[in-house]
């Protein structure tokens, strides 16, 4: 398939050299990458910076107020932390306080990103993101409200992220790529983590715990340069792209006008609503692991920082994996095994649930460390799985306003990283098994409850308040 070009009969050498040209594009276009997988990795990468400084917090807060171990001489000194006199709730605060930052900016982040460019808006909230990373030791120093003040203001901005990449992604991923692209890129957060537990306990250890916030603002400043050099909002601006690819992306494409959005309708729709509860069931597990479970495996298996800081990462190294290979495996049964939508979407998140609840009981039931944390990481891991099921279900459902619900389904899905951490300093004052016991079986629960309401009121199909205002959408060949 060719772009229409318009001949000038005055021109004809003109005309001929463009023809040549698109052919030749085309012959090439199976030859090298899609300009769609450039944008994919590039966010990946852009996720795993934004994540690595959202969660070296859980390791670098151990440091800051138990301290650390160093040699002096030869000798093994307990060095104290430069806050050790914070309670358990004070630390819920600080780590909570990420989150009500990241709570305003959601529905805001998509509005912008469909206002003023989906690339420029995540480019701006990871790179804001990375400013306050490295500002945050002296902020710090300076007291616990400037602290509380520097994660407010990563979470407001790191925000607008998740809308923006799928506003991306309702341009540049076909509807049957939607589930692999989009998760690959999701990937990067859970990569990021793991990339951020140990290498965060490495630098405390080396350096101490200011390190930590300058290696990985530095590293968030520097994507930053690379993405927006690279990416462009539409495929039809980016030079590089194939005719091929352009015409495959513009012919699935929805028509990129700016509509009302019918929020009235958007709230009263139950598989809108099927998406947020379990967006957040997944979020309640995940944000309470990802802010203490260094702390957790230090109280129940004696982990020292360093060692509870690599055995933290592993969980989030299965979720990547997961969500990858879980993303590719839906669109091949989408695809080629002609499956139902809606019936895989349903089964990576019932799956994903159900399995994340199971091993979290596992986890009540053995003392042995190394079981511990095998039963911690298969747990975490398999809610790659869930992703797979409702965080594209938002482009199945209204894919020209799956920015303003991912928005939205985030926004209620960040209430659990809010109350998460203090529900933790609220139940475990003393770091015992039974309290850890309590807050396993909050955990289970709403995972259960995250299956069975999306299994009972998810949708795949576009949705009748979304299909008046968008055009037809062509199938992949």
Request: charge should be neutral; include cysteine; aromatic fraction near 14%.
């Amino acid at each position: 398939m060719y772009r229409i070009l318009s001949q000038n009969e005055n021109e004809p050498t003109e005309f001929q050299s463009k023809i040549v040209k698109e052919k030749d594009d085309e012959a090439l276009d199976g030859k090298r990458w899609k300009r769609r997988h450039v944008v994919a990795v590039l966010a990946l990468l852009g996720f795993a910076n934004i994540y690595a400084m959202r969660a070296n917090l859980s390791i670098a807060i151990v440091e800051m107020t138990s301290g650390t171990e160093r040699k002096v001489n030869g000798t093994l000194l307990h060095v104290h932390g430069d806050f050790k006199n914070w309670t358990p709730m004070t630390q819920g605060v600080v780590l909570s306080s990420f989150f009500y930052g990241y709570i305003v900016s959601q529905l805001p982040g998509g509005y912008l990103a469909y206002t003023h460019g989906a690339k420029t808006v995540f480019f701006a909230g990871t790179f804001g993101t990375a400013v306050f990373t490295l500002l945050t030791p002296p902020f710090a120093r300076m007291g616990y409200g400037m602290l509380v003040f520097a994660r407010f203001m990563e979470g407001l901005l790191e925000g607008v992220t998740y809308p923006a990449m799928h506003v991306i992604w309702s341009r540049w991923a076909p509807p049957l790529e939607q589930t692999k692209l989009a998760t690959f890129a999701f990937s990067g957060s859970y990569f990021g983590t793991v990339i951020a537990m140990p290498l965060s306990a490495y630098l405390g250890e080396s350096f101490g715990w200011p390190m930590i916030f300058w290696f990985f603002g530095a590293m968030g400043v520097i994507w930053c340069t690379v993405w927006y050099k690279t990416v462009h909002d539409r495929p039809e601006d980016d030079p590089k792209i194939t005719t091929s690819e352009l015409a495959l992306l513009q012919r699935d494409a929805f028509s990129q006008s700016h509509y009302l959005v019918p929020w009235g309708q958007i709230l009263r729709s139950k598989p809108v609503w099927a998406v947020i509860f379990a967006h957040s069931a997944q979020n309640l597990g995940f944000y309470i692991m990802l802010t203490n479970l260094p702390r957790m495996l230090k109280d129940i298996a004696g982990y020292n920082v360093e060692k509870a800081g690599l055995a933290s990462s592993l969980p989030y190294f299965l979720m990547g994996f997961q969500i990858i290979t879980g993303g590719q495996l839906c669109d091949y049964l989408r695809k080629n095994k002609h499956y139902d939508t809606l019936f895989v979407r349903k089964m990576a998140c019932a799956l994903g649930f159900i399995g994340q609840a199971a091993f979290l009981f596992l986890v009540m039931t053995t003392s042995n460390s190394l079981l511990l944390v095998l039963f911690f990481s298969i747990s975490i891991g398999l809610g790659g799985i869930c992703w797979c099921g409702f965080s594209v279900n938002h482009l199945d459902l209204a894919p020209q306003f799956a920015g303003h619900l991912m928005a939205a389904s985030n926004t209620f899905a960040t209430i659990p990283g809010i109350f998460g951490p203090l529900l933790v300093g609220a139940i475990v004052q003393n770091g015992t098994i039974g309290e850890w016991n309590i807050i396993m079986y909050v955990i289970i629960s709403v995972y259960l409850a995250g299956a069975a309401v999306f299994w009972k009121f998810a949708d795949a199909t576009l949705q009748p308040w979304a299909s008046e205002h968008t055009s037809f959408v062509g199938q992949l060949e």
